[in-house]
């Protein structure tokens, strides 16, 4: 029996594996130096990819360490969501499946070994043992272009976690800007808000004096409660957007204990915006890449289908054959069977047509990307640089003209010239002003993330 399993057929398709490529596809963290890499060029922060539970247990410990009772900025928000999301944790496990099929398709068909017994006699001794190895030729002989076009696959399964990455990157982000957002906007609402109460008190008192009739009073009422509604949403949207926030960064029970600014940076001194968005779109954008393999998969698959379409179910069979007879002499002979299935039919024209239409279609869908892609950088570029003008506009303009506006409404009130109802009323105007050029700065840091979004990806919504 030794000498039957110690067969050439067996050691020939064993030794076909891609040992490099196998070697490479069976690393626990195969692909992923890719990904790690492209997520800290594009954002800074570093990438980890949990595949045991001591591994989830010490991403959530840095987690905690990092948001425990701190006030973070977005660069720690987006980390925190790097490190310790449970969906791109998934998104990674992808990976780890496609670097499964590479190393399965690397180490070659596998051949089987087959024994049968015959001639049994009365003593229980096998008249004839005969033993095969069965692979099959069309995996053998196409064994290398398979594993090109499953290296193919393996490297959009990185691209794919690549931009799952910077896809969760930019979403945290954009949710971190939301939250201070909202935050900036209910502090202003509640800085005018002991005003309006002071205004209504007074109101309600001319009112008792006979001062101020009904009507009027209302108004100033009115005034009141319509600002204590306004902060009411205020302060729902704040909670709301910081919410959304805490789950994109995977934090739940008593992780949940951090804070956000109340206040979003001031606007910086440089005019904003790369005036080079559209090549570095085209030289970065992970969806492009994404596509590029896919027509070179196409490709690789088409010429595979091309070389294979005339032998559809070949296989070899290799063995030996031990046989004793009567006079208990044994006679060994080696076996060597080929099949070869025919197709009932020629399928050259319909696999050439259906392969040329695959390319062609995927050639003008990644064409349409690219031009997306262009469009989308100009356009992030001049939202950028026109958010910049105009909450500059805001900052430097109308607010300084708000500010002199109450400057001398309170000299005009103190000299006794206007009266404080003509005073709140200024200070009402001064509020909506000052929400109008937090809402206009707010949306320039929401148009300077969304830049580098779209030059590294698509931006949230846009084609795929």
Known sequence: MKHVIALAGLALLTACADTATVKGASDP??????VADGTNRSTGAKAAWAQTAADVAANEARARALVAGKTIGP?????VALMNNRGLQAAYADLGLSATDLWETALGPRPSLELSLSGIGEAGLARSLEASVTGAILDLATLKPRTRIAETHFRQAQLEALAETLA????????WIDAVAAFEASSLIARAQGTAEAASELAAELGRTGAMNRADQAREHVFTAELAAE????????????????????????STDFYVPDRLPSLPGRRPGRSNAEALALQHRVDLAIGKLELEAIAQEYRLTSQTRRIEGAEVTAGAEVERSDDNETEVARVLQASLEIPLYDTTKLTSRRGALEYSRAAHELAQ???NARSEARSAHAEVTGTYNIARHWRDEVLPLRREIDREALKSYNGMLTSTFELI???RD???AQLSTAEARA???RAEANLKTVIWGPPAGGDE
């Open 29 to 34: 963290q195969a692909g992923f130096a890719f």
């Open 430 to 432: 001064g509020l909506e």
């Open 75 to 79: 660069d720690t928000a987006v980390q």
């Open 443 to 445: 949306d320039y840091w």
């Open 425 to 427: 009323e200024d200070a």
């Open 168 to 175: 969760l990157a930019a979403e945290t982000r954009m949710a």
């Open 231 to 254: 902060r009411a949403e205020a302060r729902l949207e704040a909670q709301l957007a910081k919410e959304k926030l805490t789950r994109l960064m995977g934090l739940y029970g008593a």
């Open 369 to 371: 990307h690219a031009v």
